[in-house]
């Protein structure tokens, strides 16, 4: 068994303002994604550099406002409903993957559209450069002692400030290194050749519904929410379903259905 490490959510202050490692995260994911989106972007590429950097920033503010209203609407409706102030506190924790996508696709369809980009070249160009993002903030969500995994025997499984004696997995780095490491190298590798249009993002769309769909074996539901099926079910299972047919959806259009030569 091992001992959480003694970690504070808050990185530095400066003056009044405390700066916590959550928030720095989300900062650390942004600067990866434009650091890799410039070694794909330019002439020749799909999209130019002043194009990935203003898509990044839509995407941006996408991600942030889908993720915390996604949170809202999938996890705790009842509670934000009668407290819709709370909203805005993001500092409090609680943002959806999912809710994000559903921003990032919304901000990015706008962003196409003003630009007059074909909306699926856009999404095929920006999905290799998701996966960093969902790696620093899993990394948060361990340093803020939240979302902890289900009591376990393992080795190295871990007490977590709030979660009682019990042991647990520390399904955050499972997480982390599944839906941000290995999903990154599977979804970069794979967009290094040129493919058919909606292929990465089919393939990235795949890969996080499996990922995630398996790590959720080892995490703890939310409290408020618990199993909603078979004692095992989750809501994070449930939601990447839709994701997961989506993304063989978009992998036939851009396989399944091409004509093989006369």
């Known amino acids: 068994m091992l001992s959480f490490p003694q970690l504070s959510p808050e990185a530095f202050r400066l003056g009044p303002l405390a700066v916590r490692w959550y928030g720095l995260m989300y900062l650390f994911g942004f600067l990866a994604a434009w650091l890799l989106g410039r070694l794909r972007a330019g002439p020749g590429r799909a999209l130019s550099r002043r194009e990935l950097e203003e898509a990044l920033t839509w995407g941006m503010l996408g991600v942030v406002l889908g993720a915390r209203l996604g949170y809202a609407l999938f996890y705790d409706p009842v ?7 709370r909203i805005l506190q993001v500092w409090q924790g609680g943002m959806s993957f999912h809710g994000g996508l559903g921003g990032v696709l919304c901000a990015l369809w706008l962003y196409a559209r003003r630009r007059g980009l074909p909306f699926f070249a856009l999404m095929d160009s920006i999905a290799p450069l998701a996966a960093p993002g969902l790696f620093f903030g899993r990394l948060g969500n361990f340093i803020n002692a939240e979302l902890w995994g289900r ?14 004696p019990l042991p647990r997995h520390p399904s955050q780095l499972y997480e982390a290194f599944l839906e941000g490491l290995v999903l990154f190298v599977l979804v970069w590798t794979f967009s290094a050749r040129p493919r058919p249009r909606y292929a990465v993002s089919g393939i990235f769309a795949v890969g ?11 995490r703890q539901p939310d409290v408020h929410l618990g199993y909603l099926a078979f004692g095992w079910v989750t809501m994070g299972m449930l939601l990447c379903l839709p ?14 259905r091409r004509k093989s030569p006369a």
């Not at 009591?151 to 009682?164: E, I, K, Q, R, S």
């Not at 996080?208 to 080892?218: D, I, Q, V």
């Open 79 to 85: 509670f934000y409903l009668t407290q819709p102030a």
């Open 151 to 164: 009591v376990t025997d393992v080795p190295w499984g871990m007490v977590f400030p709030g979660a009682g």
């Open 208 to 218: 996080y519904s499996l990922f995630r769909g398996f790590a959720e074996f080892f």
């Open 243 to 256: 994701l997961l047919a989506a993304g063989l959806v978009l992998l036939w259009l851009a396989y399944g």
